[in-house]
C-alpha cells in the first residue's frame, strides 16, 4: 500500500526539456500513465541557461520536436527566447502530467519496478527514462595552478552576456560553437584571445544546421545498415557560420591560438614560457551527462555514461536514457535529432510494459 509521499505510476520521465517532451509526446498515444519531473521551475528545460544573444543555426521547421512545428522567425534564425516560447507552448497544447520544480535525487530498485526520490516524495514505476542533459553537469579540464588563479573564471552554463567583460582581458576556452560565438560577441568589448586545442574548423558559410542533420541521418541510417559512407568535412561539432562569427571574421578578429600550459595567480602561462597577464577565463569546453540520480543504480560505467543498447540501459532493462548526444543516439542532443530515438524509446517501453 502506497503512503501520502509514493504515487505509482507506468513511468516516470525525468527531465523537462525537449528529450522529455519528445518522449512524453509518443507516450500518451499509449495507454500507459506517465508524469514528467522537471528540476527547473519553468518551461524552457537547459535553454533557459543560454547566454542571452544564442541563436539557433537552422531556421525553425529544422528545430522542432515531434508533433508540432516551432513557429518561424519573422528575421533570421530562432533566439533563445524564441525557443524556450516554443517548448512553454508545446507543453501547454499537450497538457502533459509535469510536476516541477522537483529534484530527483535517486533512483532505486523495487521488488516490482524503480522508486524515483526525490526529496520525501517518491514515485514508484515499472519504467524511468532519464531525459536529465548535460547542461547541470559542465565540464572544465584540469589545469596547474588553476586553484591559484585569483582572476574570474566561469563557465559558459554560466555566461549570460558580454558587457560584464568590457575592458578587461579576457581567454575563451574552447573550440566548439559556444567557444566561437562567446568569442565573437565578447572580442567586441574585451581583449579578448580565442584558445583551442587545434585549429578550429569552420563550415561554408551556406552550410547550417539542416545540412549537419542530413549528414548525421546519412551516417545513422549506413550503421544501421552495416555500411560506411563518405561525407564531405563537417559535422555538428564544427563552427557554423552565424553571423555574429561572420562579423568576428570581418573585423579580422577569428583566430585562435594553442593552450596555455598553467595559470599564474595573475595570468597564465603560454607553451614558449611567456606569461600573460588575465582578468577573466570562459571555459567554453562542453558538459557531461548529468547522471548523478543514476548513482544508487550502478549503472554508471567509467565514462560517466551508461552501457545500452539503443537508449536501454543493459545492467537495468527499466531504464532509459533518451538526449545525451551520440551515445543515445546520432544527433540526439539537438532539437530535431531527438525525435527518432524518442519514438523508438517509446515504443520499447510501451512493448515492456503492455501485455
Known amino acids: 500500500m502506497l503512503d501520502q509521499q509514493t504515487q505509482a505510476v507506468d513511468v516516470v520521465i525525468i527531465g523537462g526539456g525537449q528529450a522529455a517532451l519528445s518522449v512524453a509526446y509518443f507516450l500518451r498515444r499509449s495507454e500507459l500513465s506517465f508524469v514528467i519531473l522537471d528540476g527547473e521551475p519553468a518551461p524552457g528545460g537547459a535553454w533557459r541557461h543560454a547566454w542571452n544573444s544564442l541563436r539557433l543555426f537552422s531556421p525553425a521547421t529544422w528545430s522542432s520536436i515531434p508533433g508540432w512545428m516551432m513557429p518561424p522567425m519573422a528575421q533570421g534564425y530562432p533566439t533563445r527566447e524564441h525557443v524556450i516560447d516554443y517548448l512553454s507552448q508545446y507543453e501547454q497544447r499537450y497538457q502533459f502530467a509535469l510536476q516541477r520544480p522537483v529534484w530527483v535525487d535517486a533512483v532505486q530498485r523495487t521488488g516490482t519496478g524503480l522508486r524515483v526520490q526525490a526529496g520525501e516524495r517518491y514515485w514508484d514505476a515499472r519504467a524511468v527514462v532519464s531525459a536529465t542533459g548535460t547542461w547541470r553537469n559542465p565540464f572544465i579540464p584540469v589545469y596547474p595552478g588553476a586553484e591559484l588563479f585569483a582572476g574570474e573564471q566561469l563557465h559558459s552554463a554560466d555566461y549570460v552576456e558580454p558587457q560584464a567583460f568590457a575592458g578587461k582581458t579576457v581567454l575563451v576556452v574552447g ?17 579578448a584571445t580565442w584558445v583551442t586545442p587545434s585549429e578550429p574548423l569552420f563550415l561554408p558559410d551556406e552550410v547550417d544546421g539542416r545540412v549537419l542533420f542530413e549528414r548525421a541521418t546519412a551516417r545513422w541510417k549506413a550503421l544501421q545498415e552495416g555500411r560506411t559512407i563518405e561525407q564531405p568535412v563537417g559535422g555538428l561539432g564544427d563552427v557554423v557560420m552565424v553571423p555574429p562569427v561572420v562579423e568576428a571574421r570581418e573585423r579580422g578578429v577569428l583566430k585562435a591560438v594553442r593552450p596555455f600550459t598553467r595559470f599564474t595567480p595573475t595570468g597564465v602561462v603560454w607553451a614558449d614560457g611567456t606569461q600573460a597577464q588575465v582578468d577573466a577565463v570562459i571555459w567554453c569546453t562542453g558538459f557531461r551527462p548529468a547522471l548523478a540520480h543514476l548513482a544508487t543504480l ?15 540501459s543493459l545492467k537495468e532493462p527499466r531504464l532509459w536514457l533518451v538526449g545525451y548526444g551520440e551515445w543515445t543516439g546520432a544527433a540526439s542532443a539537438t532539437l530535431i535529432g531527438v525525435t527518432r530515438t524518442a519514438r523508438s524509446s517509446a515504443a520499447e517501453i510501451v512493448e515492456a510494459l503492455q501485455p
Not at 175 to 191: D, K, R, Y
Not at 299 to 308: F, H, I, S, W, Y
Request: aromatic share 4%; charged share 15%.
Open 298 to 312: 550502478q549503472v554508471l560505467n567509467e565514462q560517466g555514461t551508461v552501457d545500452v543498447e539503443g537508449t536501454r
Open 175 to 191: 573550440g566548439g560553437n559556444s567557444g566561437a560565438q562567446i568569442f565573437a560577441e565578447v572580442s567586441t568589448v574585451a581583449n
